[in-house]
C-alpha cells in the first residue's frame, strides 16, 4: 500500500515538473504524448494524477479558444521546488532533453487549430484558426462537401497555416 501511495505521489510530481519546465499551458493530450513517448508512467496513473492534480489546485485547467489546457499553479511551482529532488535525476533528463526538443512544435499545437462537424448528410463545416499570443489572428469556417474533403483541409491547415495565413493576408491587402 505505501508503495502506491508512494508510487503515485512521484507521478504527481513528475507531471508538475512537466508543466512548470514547459512554462506553457498545454492539453492533456500533449501531457499524455510526452509521459507515453518517453515511457515514464502508464496511460491510466496518469489520467488519475491529471485529475487529482487539478483537483487539489495544484494545476489548473484553463479555455482559451475553445480549447482545454492545463498549466501549473502557484501552490504546484511551489510544491515542485520543494519536492524536485525526489525525481529521479535520469527522468528530469529525459524531460528535460524532450522538452528542449519539443517545446516549439508543442506551442505551435497550442496555437493551430483545425476541426470539422458534420451538420446533415452532405455539409460539414470546418472551423480553422491560428492563435498567437492568445489574440485570434484568422478565424475562418468553411462549408464543404464531404468527409474526406474536410479531413483535407484540416491536415493542409496543419501542416501549411503559416503560409496560408500569408497567402489569404496578401490577397486581401495587395
Known sequence: MFDDKSKSALNKLIVL?????????????????????????NYFSLQ?????????????????????????SEAGQRTVSMFMDRIPKSTKTIINDYITKNKDRIKKESEIFADFTKNNENEYVVNLKVVENEIVLIDLKLNVVSAKQARLICDKWNNSSSKIYGQIMDSLIN
Not at 17 to 41: C, G, M, P, R, V
Open 17 to 41: 515538473y512537466i508543466l512548470d519546465k514547459i512554462e506553457i499551458s498545454i492539453t492533456n493530450a500533449q501531457i499524455t504524448n510526452i509521459i507515453l513517448e518517453n515511457n515514464i508512467i
Open 48 to 72: 488519475e494524477c491529471i485529475a487529482e492534480l487539478e483537483k487539489s489546485d495544484l494545476m489548473k485547467l484553463e479555455e482559451n479558444q475553445g480549447q482545454h489546457a492545463f498549466q501549473i
